[in-house]
């Protein structure tokens, strides 16, 4: 078996949980209880990266430049980390910046079937001499086959990696075995899964994702992130070193500072909560739980028919401008058609 | 009398080079004089040759070649290709019609900057979203001139985008955003792609918000109907789908694009919204050439 390298996204995905407010001393304290822990790198940012504040999605407390800033000065060990989705960020406005800032690990994401667009900006870190690594969003919305054909470019971009990311939560054991397998078998690169937890299955997912050659696990601590959250880190150690897969992390540091420093971050619980195990049935992105919320409150509507209809309607990651237009057009609807099961069921077809 | 058509001529043959060809064919004062790309079994190519139209594998080579065959010409190739291609037409002196984000020439939105645009000798279309967008930006920054913060998000069904576009995401982006900021002045704005894969395909969305203090929501609602109705008249497809809304702090406008269908199906509205504005600039060219106007 490979040898396994943590991807760290607590202050990137937590960054969802908390509308993208994650502040400076949170960086600063997180970087310093996390560095040389063993993780491979500690992503920051805003929950969808480079280029994404903004009304859209929300925007960030701090700027790009005080994030990537604050944690480069508090780490000397681990990697410092950035994401970014093409169509959100460009190489001018952001990658370039972020190269300034000390960015040393990029994982350059897309929807599942569109790894063309991440072209550019792949070849472009790989001629900075950057580490890089492909992300393919929502994969649960394509084949084992097809996702192959999409990491195969990103591998003959250069992509040092491809990283699958079950933004939805919607994986079942079966697929990720499938997919991961299939990906393994076939490509020259590394294999990464990152799971989300809307059925309470991300570390079990994280671990058959490894065991089908899978080497990159990218979680967060306590599972701080989008929707249900994310594949709690301390849980696959734990996990891991039981099945005597090697970690290379150093666990007592890892449980303190998810005992000290995440409480304090997270502001609340990550369990999961009905709405979360609503969204990843329908199959819709984890981080569109809180608009979904405000604009159920906003437009008197239920936040669960806004889930189905946006699964109904196949939104993909960065479409929040939906939300709003599906509870609008709820906000009209009188009777019979959201709340009444045959409309539920029709959905999720 | 038959008035005289004038003659253009179209470099690329992807998605948006031959959804011209086709709306060429509409056209009472142009004509297709020349479809060049790079691959003589593109089906873009197949299809010109059954309309009889004169086509060429050699690209821009093909109008250097044989100058008179067009005196406008539309270029859908890709950035870096226009780069290169920019300075030739000059020289053959060519009015080029840029549709890649490659920004060499003057961004050009029809309902708001034609009669400069008529005056250079290469125009830049943006791209689809800033055309969709850029109008209803600018009535809102009419309205309000102290607009804070502007943002544009535009979703295309995969399939309308081809590898062109797919492969110049990033000036995509970049050209969007900053032409948001020629048009209007304001200097805080994003732009935002989506890709979405459905099937069947989603019809080009695009959703505009706006950070004003104190918005006067009746005016800014009448400005953007205006600005709609402007729009329909080269893009009968084009529909604000959510009048302008206050919501959660923030002016939010969502419009529509349907297309014409010509090269590929309705839910393309995004190359409509381009192409529609590089040929009502095109036309208005033509017109005046052919009424003896400048150096006619």
Known sequence: MAKLMLFDSTLRDGNHAVRHQIGKEQIEDYCLAMDGTGVHTIIVGHGNGLGASSLQVGFSKLSEHEMLETARKNLEKTRLGAYMIPGFGTIRDNLEPAIRDGVEVFTIGCHCTEADTTKQHIEFLRKKEKEVYGVLMMYHMASAEKLLEEARKMQSYGAMGVILMDSAGASTPDMVQRTVSTLYDSLKIHVGFHPHNNMGMAVANAYTAYMEGADIIDGTLRGFGAGAGNCQLEDVVALFEKCRIKTGIDFYRMLDASETVMPELMGRDMGQDPLSIVSGQAGVFSAFKLPVQKAAEEFRVDARDIFYELGKRKVVAGQEDMIVEVAEGLSRFAGGGPGNINYQLESLL | ?296
Do not use: W
């Not at chain 2, 967008?133 to 309000?144: R, S």
């Not at chain 2, 955003?177 to 099937?199: C, H, S, V, W, Y």
């Not at chain 2, 929501?217 to 959510?242: C, H, N, S, T």
């Open chain 2, 1 to 296: 009398m038959e008035r005289r058509k004038v003659k253009a001529g179209i470099i690329g043959t992807g998605n948006i080079g031959t959804d011209i060809l086709m709306k060429l064919r509409r056209s009472d004062i142009l004509e297709c004089g020349i479809f060049a790309g790079r691959n003589p079994d593109s089906p873009g190519i197949q299809r010109a040759r059954e309309m009889g139209v004169p086509v060429s594998a050699d690209s821009i080579h093909a109008i250097e070649e044989n100058p008179d065959c067009c005196e406008i010409v539309f270029d859908a190739t890709s950035a870096g290709v226009h780069a290169i291609n920019a300075p030739v037409l000059k020289r053959l002196n060519k009015f080029a019609i840029d549709l890649t984000p490659a920004h060499v020439g003057k961004f050009c939105v029809p309902a708001l900057n034609m009669e400069e645009c008529l005056k250079e000798c290469n125009v830049n279309m943006i791209t689809c979203g800033g055309q969709a967008t850029i109008p209803i930006v600018q009535a809102i920054a009419e309205v309000h001139p102290d607009t804070r913060y502007i943002e544009i998000v535009a979703t295309i069904a995969s399939r309308s985008a081809g590898p062109g576009t797919r492969d110049n995401i990033d000036e995509f982006t970049q050209t969007t955003r900053d032409a948001l900021t020629e048009f209007t002045g304001i200097k805080n704005t994003k732009a935002i792609i989506i890709l979405n894969p459905a099937e069947p395909p989603i019809t080009m969305h695009n959703t505009i918000y706006a950070l004003i203090d104190h918005p006067d929501m009746e005016a800014l609602q009448k400005k953007v109907r205006q600005a709609e109705a402007k729009i329909r008249k080269y893009v009968p497809g084009y529909k604000i789908v959510m009048e302008p809304v206050f919501e959660n702090g923030r002016v939010t406008v969502s419009l529509q694009v349907t297309g014409l269908g010509d090269f590929l199906p309705k839910y393309s509205g995004n190359l409509d919204i381009i192409n529609c504005a590089a040929i009502e600039i095109a036309e208005n060219y033509a017109r005046r050439k052919v009424s003896g106007g400048a150096d006619g």
